[in-house]
């Protein structure tokens, strides 16, 4: 059974509480939070005083992804605002070791993030020192896009890499997640599904994300 994770940057802004608590309702395990800086990927979305906010009404975990450059000088504005999982983007790192020992030093789980194009092989010397790898299934920046289907590939890989190592680390796919790819998806070896769209434009979002859960 895998992890499911909806994204808020799919949920109304003005009812956040409310969805908020449909979440803490649901069978959903973590709430996976967007933040974008406008340079890294070509929107804006918020920062750490709104995860603050959703913090006090979350009861689950809670999964930052960070899509911003220079994460370093915000790791710990997102731990002091309840991150409980902060993941970088390996292309927005130029130190990403450093960045990770910095979350871990904080007390966070670390995650990072690769792109569509970046190979899952890239994360070879960072992989023993992180909790989660974030596979971009579409590319950052926007809710509501199609699944990119070469991830499905990157999946398989990354999972037998992780295997042969014998590590503890969880693949989360993130964009473009539906009731309709789900189960492939789960099949090729995610630990995680991130799901904005799919959840949120859902007329039954408690339903939907128990039909997540059941694949
Ligand atoms: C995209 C974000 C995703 C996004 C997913 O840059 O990282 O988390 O909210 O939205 P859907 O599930 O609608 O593709
Ligand atoms: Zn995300």
């Known amino acids: ?3 499911i994770a909806p994204s808020l940057l799919s949920a109304n802004f003005l009812h956040l509480e409310k969805d908020c608590e449909m979440i803490n309702n649901s069978k959903a395990d973590w709430f996976h939070l967007d933040v974008m800086d406008g340079k890294f990927v070509p929107n804006i979305s918020f ?3 709104i995860v603050e906010f959703i913090a006090k009404s979350a009861k689950k975990y809670l999964d930052v992804h960070l899509m911003i450059e220079e994460p370093e000088k915000y790791t710990e504005a997102f731990k002091n605002a309840g991150a409980q999982n902060l993941t970088v983007h390996l292309e927005a790192c130029k130190h990403l070791h450093r960045n990770i020992q910095q979350i871990k030093a904080l007390g966070m789980n670390a995650g990072v993030a690769i792109n569509p194009h970046t190979p899952v092989e890239s994360l070879k010397d960072i992989l023993a020192d992180i909790d989660v790898v974030c596979l971009m299934s579409v590319n950052p920046g926007f809710g509501g896009q199609s699944f990119i289907p070469q991830t499905l590939e990157k999946i398989r890989t990354l999972k037998a890499i992780i295997k042969q190592r014998n590590l503890n680390v969880k ?5 473009g997640v539906t009731l309709e790819n789900a189960k492939s998806i789960i099949e ?3 630990d995680v599904l991130v799901a904005g769209n799919t959840v949120f434009k859902s007329t039954d979002p408690i339903e939907t994300i ?3 859960k059941s694949f």
């Open 1 to 3: 059974m895998a992890i």
């Open 47 to 49: 920062g750490p005083m």
């Open 188 to 190: 090729a070896g995610a």
């Open 210 to 212: 128990l039909q997540l």
């Open 171 to 175: 693949i989360e796919i993130d964009g």
